[in-house]
């Protein structure tokens, strides 16, 4: 069985998530904005969810066809084979969005796919009520310039939520967008990553994932686990492909540190919830005192910055300090994200690199330096 695919991503890593398909098997991959199209069997569906790092969620693509009236998109929808995925006690809850197209109605059109929906299955079942009440099979759809394509959600709970952080702190960077500043800095398993502003934990968690190649996907559950859609044979030869290609031998070590006690503490619960504590040395320190205690480093930071936590003015001065203890040296490279387009002023050097990102909604920089 083939299936058409989409990964959703962060703006800005779309390239990153399209590389890591590629070398998981997927075919036809091509990338658009906030998303990736790929194709594959189960072992793709269940690898893609398994060791994705970069993508939000893995759905499966039903179809792709433009509409501008409800009556087209109920047609076109009705005669989709939904009888091959949902089961007649099954719950299969629509949700999407509609950006510049003529059905601009989001909760009309999840009236009009519903019915639908229900409709087909009806008729396939025999069947007029459907008590919904066995797996969920959220159904997504979205229409951007009046093109719809219609899918269903195979995550579940996102799977930028890995289940090592249970907690955060008041701005936790997301997982996939640290894992994405992680590969963009070129981190490797030989590599000593630091984070002078480590919060929660959450960049020196996904880059010792990342360098000792860990699936950030390998212990956790996915909604299509209960569709009976993936034989549990596919599940277990992938879960233990992923266990396999895990590095054992590495000299990865990470070094973390933050003005805050709790944050420090907190770090370590989840390094430790996420099973690569054995990686870590934290300590309670301002970034003023950034001092390594090795030769070569990596760092990667997201500094407090004016619509998070701190004042604009207050966010510059750490800037400042950053660019004074962040010594441009042979074996060091800096990477540090912020939203202030002034920050290269602050921080004193101009990038070597720059890449645009998203944290949520707000759009960031991320400055690299490696020369």
Not at 174 to 184: K, Q, Y
Not at 202 to 212: D, F, H
Not at 265 to 290: G, P
Request: glycine letters at 6%; proline letters at 4%; a neutral charge.
């Amino acid at each position: 069985m083939n299936f058409k695919m989409t990964a959703p991503c962060l703006l800005g890593v779309e390239g990153l998530v399209a590389d890591e398909l590629r070398q998981m098997g997927a075919e036809n991959v091509t990338a658009e904005n906030a998303r990736v199209f790929f194709e594959g069997g189960t072992d793709i569906l269940a690898r893609a969810n398994i060791c994705s790092r970069f993508s939000e969620r893995i759905l499966i693509v039903l179809d792709r066809f433009f509409a501008t009236s409800f009556e087209e998109l109920y047609q076109q929808v009705k005669v989709l084979p939904w009888s091959d995925f949902i089961g007649s006690k099954d719950t299969f809850p629509v949700k999407g969005f509609s950006i510049n197209s003529a059905l601009h109605s989001v909760p009309d059109c999840q009236k009009i796919i519903k019915k639908a929906v229900v409709d087909s299955l009806a008729d396939d079942y025999n069947i007029k009520w459907f008590e919904e009440s066995g797996p969920v099979h959220q159904i997504q759809f979205s229409i951007m310039k009046d093109e719809v394509c219609i899918m269903l959600d195979t995550s579940g709970t996102a799977l930028h939520k890995r289940g090592y952080r249970p907690k955060g702190n008041d701005a936790p960077i997301r997982e996939t967008l640290a894992a994405a500043m992680c590969r963009l800095s070129q981190l490797k398993h030989y590599h000593t990553l630091y984070d002078p502003c480590c919060g929660s934990g959450t960049i020196l968690i996904e880059g010792a994932m990342l360098a000792n190649n860990i699936a950030p996907g390998s212990n956790r559950n996915f909604a299509v686990d209960r569709w009976g859609l993936i034989p549990e044979s596919v599940w277990m030869s992938e879960r233990e492909r992923s266990h396999d290609t895990v590095k054992t031998d590495t000299d990865f070590a990470a070094f973390g540190s933050d003005i805050d006690p709790h944050s420090v503490e907190l770090t370590m619960i989840n390094a430790k919830n996420a099973k690569v504590d054995r990686f870590f040395n934290v300590t309670v320190s301002d970034v003023r005192n950034f001092s390594p205690s090795t030769e070569k480093g990596t760092l990667i930071t997201n500094p407090p910055y004016g619509e998070r936590m701190l004042d604009y003015k207050a966010a510059k001065e750490i800037y400042h300090v950053m660019g004074e203890r962040f010594v441009s040296k042979y074996g060091w490279s800096y990477g540090i994200i912020s939203p202030d387009e002034e920050f290269e002023k602050a921080f004193g050097k101009k990038a070597d690199k720059r890449r645009k990102l998203y944290n949520g909604t707000i759009k960031c920089q991320y400055y690299m330096y490696f020369k």
